[in-house]
């Protein structure tokens, strides 16, 4: 995954500490229902986006991860939750420590099939709710992905 000039600049200054750190993800379905997931070279599952950068907005950090992810234009339609917890909160392999907070948000693609876009992207595909179980996830993926479809807009 990368990593921002920004956040780059902080860990400069604190190390491997505990962040907090904003993303904004898409939530998009197809006519069938189906929900597009992204796969990162990692190999896990999960929906398309990423870190908030100082200035933007969650609609525009969706906007843009999902041109760089996708390849393709989102418009972000309404508000589906805001997450956190210590479910979202992550050690990376190479010691830095981040808790994330989640806001989601309904899109709908505006032109084009996705596909990868990016170098942190290998694959793209939709899948029906019941398919998340034979999906290689995250656990903050599979927990976030479960609030959502539950419904749980701000449930913590």
């Known amino acids: 995954m990368g990593m ?7 860990r400069a200054k604190v190390g491997n500490d505990l962040l ?11 006519g069938d ?6 796969r990162n070279t990692s190999g896990r599952w999960l929906l398309p986006g990423g870190a908030v950068e100082p200035g933007e907005s969650p609609a525009e950090a969706v906007r843009r991860e999902c041109r ?14 805001v ?50 179980d034979g999906l290689p996830l995250s656990d903050a993926s599979r927990v976030l992905l479960g609030e959502v479809l539950s419904g749980a807009a701000f449930s913590r």
């Open 4 to 10: 921002s000039d920004y956040v780059r600049g902080l």
């Open 20 to 30: 907090f750190m904003p993303s904004a993800h898409a939530l998009i379905r197809d």
């Open 68 to 81: 760089e992810e996708l390849a393709v234009p989102v418009e972000a339609v309404r508000l589906v939750g």
């Open 83 to 132: 997450y956190g917890g210590p479910e979202y909160r992550i050690r990376y392999p190479n010691g830095d420590d981040a808790a994330w907070v989640v806001t989601i948000l309904e899109c709908r693609i505006l032109a084009g099939e996705p596909q990868p876009g990016d170098d942190e992207v290998d694959a793209v595909g939709w899948y029906h709710v019941d398919e998340f």
């Open 33 to 38: 229902g189906r929900i597009l997931l992204v």
